[in-house]
């Protein structure tokens, strides 16, 4: 078990359907990541959380909305996507300091049909 | 010029065989450099972690940074089976908040 949990881990939904996808950590870290993985891309950074507040949106469009109710919580909010965002989406977190690493969650498969 | 730059591969090699895994990066400010390791279906581990230039060694694995170069490798000596996945090189600047940049990943396959 890694110490970043993600839920779903398979996810399929039509453009009109809202869902979430969940992350828990339990590394005692306080900055968590959104990441969307594609294949033939490198990893994406979607946003970054320190300490609950959101300290980096990388253009990400508004159907994607993170939320971050404390240090080891982080959703997702998916609303009216499109196909070219199924992807695997990927939850991760570290403690934030210029050295230290990142830990990833096994990741949510997502499918927008 | 993107800023990380790894050949995706698909690197294929028989099991034993010494693999070389390079990626080379823009920005000198670069001081961390990591190497993770993602199986199919499954989210990126870390494998390997260096601070500026040198080499850290951990059993198998053998990470090495030139940063005169720009340039950072990971060898895998007597390479297993379970070594096919793929191998992300990750990259981060010295200043708090920065995050990880990530090279497009190079998928191995070993076979037995």
């Known amino acids: 078990e890694t110490g970043v949990t993600q839920t779903p881990r398979h996810l399929v939904m039509g453009m009109t359907n809202k869902k979430s996808l969940k992350c828990e950590q339990h590394l005692g870290h306080n900055a968590m990541y959104w990441y969307k993985q594609s294949a033939k891309k490198p990893l994406e950074l979607m946003f970054v959380y320190n300490f609950k507040e959101q300290t980096e949106n990388n253009s990400v469009p508004s159907r994607f909305s993170p939320e971050c109710p404390n240090s080891s919580h982080l959703f997702l909010h998916l609303h009216t996507l499109q196909p070219e965002d199924s992807a695997l989406y990927l939850c991760?977190?570290?403690?934030?300091?210029?050295?230290?690493?990142?830990?990833f969650g096994e990741g949510s498969w997502l499918t927008v049909v | 010029q993107k800023e990380v730059e790894q050949d995706p591969g698909p690197l294929s090699v028989p099991e034993g065989a010494i693999v070389s895994l390079n990626c080379t990066y823009s920005n000198s400010a670069f001081q961390y450099f990591m190497w993770y390791r993602q199986y199919s279906r499954k989210g990126p581990e870390l494998l390997m972690y260096t601070y500026s230039s040198g080499n850290k060694e951990d059993g198998r694995f053998t990470a090495q940074v030139d940063k005169s170069s720009k340039y950072i490798s990971l060898f895998i000596r007597d390479s297993q089976p379970s070594d096919s996945a793929t191998y992300l090189c990750?990259?981060?600047?010295?200043?708090?908040?920065?995050?990880?940049?990530f090279g497009k990943g190079t998928t191995l396959s070993v076979s037995s």
């Open positions: 991760a977190s570290s403690q934030e300091n210029p050295g230290n690493t990142i830990y």
């Open positions: 990750a990259i981060k600047g010295n200043q708090a908040g920065t995050a990880l940049i």
